[in-house]
């Protein structure tokens, strides 16, 4: 079920065709899942105070919505380890077109996955499970399913990635947090449901799964038009 707050966020991105990620993030927070810490920073100072109070490396993203695949446009840099570099940073993603703030966030860690989902004309919402990061499409290891997802749905699209054996953790490294994982993708599987008369996709990339959590690096939701 959608909350207020939740509609909120998506009637305010039908201008744009598309929910930015700090609201995107803030969409699937309050559905439940984890996120990083984070703040969309409309200037230098109030990127500079959070990246301290969180304390160093942050990750910093352009927000922009003519800027749908920010590492195509260069608007993501990582591994920032001081406040200059965060305002290089800063002032380099301000030159590109639309620009409106900086996402600053805490470095994550973790195996990367891709959750998404998409509403097929033939057989309505589909959820996907892969290996994710840049080399998604490098990987091709993904998993479909129709939603809406039962637990047992869940532990199969684990169990038939190619990669499954990183997630069960392969020589002496330790397995990712199996229990949330499913758990996430159980609730984006009832979101997905919710969604389904407004968006086109949902690409969750990267996911990044550790002994401890599974975190959403990066959230992009597609409206209908």
């Not at 909120?8 to 930015?20: E, M, R, Y």
């Not at 004309?121 to 993904?142: A, H, K, R, S, W």
């Not at 997905?192 to 990066?218: A, T």
Request: aromatic share 8%; hydrophobic share 45%.
């Amino acid at each position: 079920m959608l909350s207020e707050k939740m509609m909120t966020i998506l009637s305010a991105s039908k201008k744009s065709g598309w929910v930015l990620e700090p609201e995107a993030k803030r969409f699937f927070s309050l559905a439940g899942l984890d996120i990083p810490k984070f703040i969309w920073a409309r200037n230098e100072d109030e990127a500079i105070r959070f990246a301290e109070q969180l304390g160093y490396p942050v990750v910093a993203k352009v927000v922009s919505p003519r800027v749908i695949h920010k590492t195509e446009r260069n608007g993501v840099e990582v591994g920032i380890d001081h406040h200059e570099r965060l305002i290089e940073a800063f002032r380099r993603f301000h030159q590109i077109e639309g620009f409106q703030g900086v996402l600053v966030e805490e470095t994550l860690e973790g195996i990367e996955l891709i959750i998404g989902a998409k509403v097929d004309n033939q057989f309505g919402p589909v959820v996907l499970l892969g290996m994710g990061g840049t080399g998604v499409e490098i990987y091709q290891d993904v998993v479909l399913r129709m939603a809406p997802l039962r637990q047992q749905d869940v532990e199969s699209m684990m169990k038939c990635l190619k990669a499954r054996k990183i997630l069960e953790g392969y020589r002496g490294s330790p397995p990712v947090n199996a229990g949330e994982l499913a758990r996430l993708l159980m609730v984006f599987s009832d979101l997905v449901m919710d969604l389904e008369d407004w968006i086109e996709s949902i690409d969750l990339n990267p996911v990044f799964c550790s002994p401890e959590r599974c975190v959403i690096g990066d959230a992009r939701i597609m409206l209908r038009k």
